[in-house]
T-cell receptor, first 112, second 115 residues
Framework: GESVGLHLPTLSVQEGDNSIINCAYS??????FIWYKQESGKGPQFIID?????DKRQGQRVTVLLNKTVKHLSLQIAATQPGDSAVYFC???????????FGTGTSLTVIP | EPEVTQTPSHQVTQMGQEVILRCVPI?????FYWYRQILGQKVEFLVS????????KSEIFDDQFSVERPDGSNFTLKIRSTKLEDSAMYFC?????????????FGPGTRLTVL
């Protein structure tokens, strides 16, 4: 399943399928990006980060892709599990600053 | 595993009252942050704090807000005279390095309800 981030804030996928969550960031000067997962009633939890000098970074079951030309960030989750159900936020920051800007978020629901 | 803690988990107050939200960052972290999240909306940056002073703040962080590190472990957010629109989840975060180079660890949040 695929989401267009700010335009489609909900995404439902079958357990075992791959998920793609998209984010359009606003500031071309941003050079560090993070994907956060937020479960109901909890604070944001770091998933994976990427710097602007990279276009892809892989973690365990997750991959982040960065397209600076169109200011687009995506999070791919392989073999989505029920525990992946949460709201996913992208955040951007300038390397010299401390102010993170969060996106609106996409709610991912995994159907067993 | 070390974690950021926040108290109380839920604070209910009357409009116009002062509230203090408390956070204990991870002990070897040097940078501290407050964010808020109004129900159903995105997380918004309020302020960052380093070396006992504010390093950055957003336009939300007006004169009604203040932060303090009163001792070696606590980091507090004070709202002087609460308004209805201050009702939100408030998240504290800390990092070892400056925001652009280090992961920020978030606390579980304090839900503030202003009546």
């Amino acid at each position: 399943g695929e989401s267009v981030g700010l335009h489609l804030p909900t995404l439902s996928v079958q357990e075992g399928d791959n998920s793609i969550i998209n984010c359009a960031y606003s500031n071309s000067a941003s050079d560090y990006f993070i994907w956060y997962k937020q479960e109901s009633g909890k604070g944001p939890q770091f998933i994976i980060d990427i710097r602007s000098n990279m276009d892809k970074r892989q973690g365990q079951r997750v991959t982040v892709l960065l397209n600076k030309t169109v200011k687009h960030l995506s999070l791919q989750i392989a073999a989505t599990q029920p525990g992946d159900s949460a709201v996913y936020f992208c955040a951007e920051i300038k390397n010299t600053g401390n102010q993170f800007y969060f996106g609106t978020g996409t709610s991912l629901t995994v159907i067993p | 595993e070390p974690e950021v803690t926040q108290t109380p988990s839920h604070q209910v107050t009357q409009m116009g009252q002062e509230v203090i939200l408390r956070c204990v960052p991870i002990s070897n972290h040097l940078y501290f942050y407050w964010y808020r999240q109004i129900l159903g909306q995105k997380v918004e940056f309020l302020v960052s704090f380093y070396n006992n002073e504010i390093s950055e703040k957003s336009e939300i962080f007006d004169d009604q807000f203040s932060v303090e590190r009163p001792d070696g472990s606590n980091f507090t957010l004070k709202i002087r005279s609460t308004k209805l629109e201050d009702s939100a989840m408030y998240f504290c975060a800390s990092s070892q390095d400056q925001g652009g180079t280090g992961e920020q660890f978030f606390g579980p949040g304090t839900r503030l309800t202003v009546l």
